[in-house]
């Protein structure tokens, strides 16, 4: 009876009931052997092996692509051609969105935070800056912007790291173990920037001349690396 209403694969559909097509219980009316077939088509296993949306949209999509020609001869087919074009655009906007534009260079970046305070300027603008406001008589301005020229120069050596919440104190310590003959004006220009930004302090031609003095030995100044330091010591032990 399944057989005649429905075919062979009918009966084979019914197979996994437990039931054969020609046992007794499978000789039901029509209606029955339809609400047979619903009921076993609407299990899950069925259900997954469907295409979902996405899969007929990838299909409908790849077919029309190829379907087109790209010799651009008709009208019709040049319309195709820009379509595809316009495509390819959307992706490579979406793209550019998405995942933003390509990183510049590490070395073309300026760390932006030093002292707690958003900076970009690079130590010579910083330098140039302290400058003009020193002869304007704004010995505050000239003092804060003169020490800060020479952490961004020795950060940019490489000489001294400057990481975010890094205080003024914090760096002439650290500026110390590099400079250690320079240690006492590190700390002294340290205080008096934290004098001028924090404390209120107008500042004085003496404090800005103490710092800028100390700005242009720290350029010319050779630095004690650790490397350096240590290597009396191993040259001696392997000439002893």
Request: net charge positive.
């Given at each position: 009876m399944i057989a005649l209403l429905f075919g062979p694969s009918a009966a084979a559909l019914l197979r996994p009931l437990g039931l054969a097509a020609g046992d007794t219980p499978l000789d039901p009316d029509a209606e029955q052997a339809r609400e047979w077939l619903r009921e076993e088509l609407s299990k899950l296993i069925y259900q997954e092996a469907q295409p979902t949306w996405f899969d007929r949209l990838a299909t409908a999509l790849w077919e029309w692509i190829t379907s087109l020609s790209l010799d651009g001869t008709g009208g019709?087919?040049?319309?195709?051609?820009?379509?595809?074009?316009?495509?390819?655009?959307?992706?490579?906007?979406?793209?550019?969105?998405?995942?933003?534009?390509?990183?510049?260079?590490?070395r073309s970046r300026i760390p932006g935070e030093i002292f707690g305070e958003d900076d970009g300027r690079d130590a010579a603008a910083m330098r140039r800056d302290a400058e003009r406001s020193a002869a304007a008589g704004r010995w505050a301005d000239a003092t804060a912007d003169m020490f800060?020229?020479?952490a961004r120069g020795l950060s940019d050596?490489?000489?001294?790291?400057?990481?975010?919440?890094?205080?003024?104190?914090?760096?002439?310590?650290?500026?110390?173990?590099?400079?250690?003959?320079?240690g006492a004006a590190l700390a002294a220009?340290?205080?008096?920037?934290?004098e001028v930004r924090y404390l209120g302090h107008d500042g004085s031609r003496d404090a800005?001349?103490?710092?800028?003095?100390?700005?242009?030995?720290?350029?010319?100044?050779?630095p004690v690396l650790p490397e350096a330091a240590a290597a009396p010591a191993g040259t001696a032990g392997a000439t002893g």
């Open positions: 019709g087919q040049g319309l195709g051609v820009v379509l595809v074009l316009l495509l390819v655009a959307a992706v490579i906007v979406a793209a550019f969105f998405i995942f933003g534009p390509p990183a510049r260079s590490r800060r020229a020479i050596r490489t000489l001294v790291t400057m990481s975010p919440g890094t205080t003024a104190q914090h760096f002439a310590g650290r500026a110390t173990s590099v400079f250690p003959d320079h220009s340290a205080t008096d920037f934290d800005y001349e103490r710092v800028a003095a100390l700005e242009r030995e720290l350029r010319s100044a050779r």
